[in-house]
């Protein structure tokens, strides 16, 4: 298999390279067929992905790919970073069996691509503000307020430009601006933007790297779910061996979800539940 510049991380703990035969009451049963299955995932941003500096991924993904693979022993999972454009291409060619990196629904990914039927990330969507600031407590009262977003598309963007067309009378004073997005959350604290609308695991990533004083305003799921599909899901091929390890890999999102596995690694790598 031609490299193609990745890089192929593997389990070795978690995984079995050849067949394996259970024992019960000293009786040997029939040995069952492992099968290696390729992941790619771009191993970025934190705390979603990084790279340590011995070149072992780390973050939520990789720690979700792991629990995933201990209830899952029939399946060999072997890791390989690459972009993230070339996870699909990935997934495209055959090359890849699963692709893993905070992955939203979009109608013409599920065109190409089966998604899992349940998410493993939940992003939670609100408008950020300056601490103790109480004039803009939800969507209603953004009307007026001045707001930076970075022209290439994404949902603050779409989100504002949709809010000023539903309106017009009293729209939402819009910059755009490719500025660094810190330079805006700086902005918020100083008091000189009134606000933005990010998401949660980026504020609190603010505050712990800059300690910054700002205010998140979470906001009703049918409200978010307007500004953006905050759920994140693994996606496999439209093929045969992708519906079979689909239904494999659901089956262990609820048991972990069940055994609350889902909620620890969360919290571990988020500080509070994103897989609710």
């Keep these: ?68 693979q201990e209830v899952l022993p029939q399946y060999q999972f072997i890791v390989e970073k690459t972009e993230f454009p070339s996870i699909f ?30 998410h493993y990330i939940y992003n939670d969507t609100g408008i950020v503000v300056r601490k103790g600031r109480t004039d803009i407590r939800g969507i209603e009262d953004l009307g007026g307020k001045t707001n930076v977003v970075s022209p290439g598309g994404a949902f603050p ?5 949709e809010y000023n067309a539903a309106h ?8 755009y601006s490719e500025e660094d997005g810190v330079k805006s959350f700086q902005d918020i604290e100083k008091g000189t933007l009134d606000f933005l609308v990010s998401e949660r695991v980026i504020v609190e990533s603010r505050r712990k790297e800059f300690g910054m ?16 599909n905050p759920k994140a899901y693994f996606i496999f091929p439209r093929t045969a061996a992708g519906e079979k390890i689909r239904e494999a890999v659901d089956n262990a999102f609820l048991q972990l979800r069940a055994s609350g596995k889902l909620k620890e690694l969360s919290i571990k790598y988020f500080g509070y539940d994103i897989s609710q």
């Design 1 to 68: 298999m031609k490299k193609m510049g990745h890089k192929t991380l593997l389990w070795g703990l978690l995984v079995f390279t050849l067949p394996w035969a259970v024992f019960a009451g000293g009786k040997k049963e029939a040995p069952q067929e492992v099968t290696r299955i390729l992941i790619g995932t771009s191993g970025s941003p934190a705390p979603y992905g990084w790279v340590n500096e011995d070149g072992t991924l780390d973050g939520y993904d990789s720690a979700v790919i792991q629990a995933v």
């Design 89 to 118: 291409a990935g997934l495209d060619s055959g090359r890849y069996t699963i692709g893993v990196n905070n992955i939203s629904w979009r109608k013409e990914r599920e065109e190409k691509y089966l998604y899992a039927k349940n």
């Design 157 to 161: 963007q779409l989100f504002a430009e």
């Design 168 to 175: 017009p009378d009293n729209p939402i004073k819009i910059t």
């Design 213 to 228: 004083d700002l205010d998140f305003i979470s906001l009703p799921r049918e409200e978010q779910e307007k500004i953006q």
